[in-house]
């Protein structure tokens, strides 16, 4: 079965730093680029970042440029975000997806339940 | 960036009866070279991920109902759930992968009547 399981989010302070992970597993991690995409409480899906399948090319959103790196272990089939200076309109349930194909950008047909990140002081 | 305006933002519609929903991007998401576009349809029910039931703007992913189907090409797209059904309760959004960034519509609330 493919399966994306998010952990990672917590509480934090406005300036904080935060790590979430993504555990993927049931596909051929290599061979597709993952992505995340944040929903804040009540609102509609953003885009945040992409790495490629073989993890040599990233992408973020404008609104995290700068702050977020994301990373993958295709040895642990794990995807991470960093999450740096954060701020309180980074506040949402942070989702990790697989891409149907190896494009970039791409539709995305597997996702994680997400894990909620919280910034706030 | 794209931008994805869906329409409506809510909708009621009567069990067994048709829901429409539409989408417009900014540009067209249509790729001339392999003519496809690159328009998907997700389904998000309360407290759940978003589930993807249609790609390249007219493709059922697997094990979606057929009830489900989309269409349009370009800038216009629809979603059209040809008999509502109790489990279609959900909020619906549009999303184009044609450039990055990858953008989403606001989505549509859809109720039963």
């Known amino acids: 079965e493919v399966q994306l399981l998010e952990s990672g989010g917590d509480f934090v302070q406005p300036g904080g730093s935060l790590r979430l992970s993504c555990a993927a597993s049931?596909?051929?991690?290599?061979?597709?680029?993952m992505y995340w995409v944040r929903q804040a409480p009540g609102k509609g899906l953003e885009w945040v970042a992409t790495?490629?399948?073989?993890?040599?090319?990233?992408y973020y959103g404008d609104s995290v440029k700068g702050r977020f790196t994301i990373s993958r272990d295709s040895f642990q089939n794990m995807v991470y975000l960093q999450m740096n200076t954060l701020r309180g309109e980074d506040t949402a349930l942070y989702y990790c997806a697989k891409s149907v194909r190896d494009l970039i950008p791409d539709a995305f047909d597997v996702w994680g339940q997400g894990t909620m990140v919280t910034v706030s002081s | 960036d794209i931008v994805m305006t869906q329409s409506p933002d809510s909708l009621a519609v009567s069990l067994g009866e048709r829901a429409t929903i539409n989408c417009k991007s900014s540009q067209s998401v249509l790729y001339s070279s392999n003519n496809k576009n690159y328009l998907a349809w997700y389904q998000q029910k309360p407290g759940q991920p978003p589930k993807l039931l249609i790609y390249?703007?007219?493709m059922r992913e697997s094990g979606v109902p057929d009830r489900f189907s989309g269409s349009g090409s370009g800038t216009d797209f629809t979603l059209t759930i040809s008999s509502l059904q109790a489990e279609d309760v959900a909020v619906y959004y549009c999303q184009q992968y044609y450039r990055t960034p990858a953008t989403f519509g606001q989505g549509t609330k859809l109720e039963i009547k």
């Open positions: 049931g596909f051929t991690f290599s061979s597709y680029a």
């Open positions: 790495i490629s399948g073989r993890g040599g090319s990233t």
């Open positions: 390249w703007a007219s």
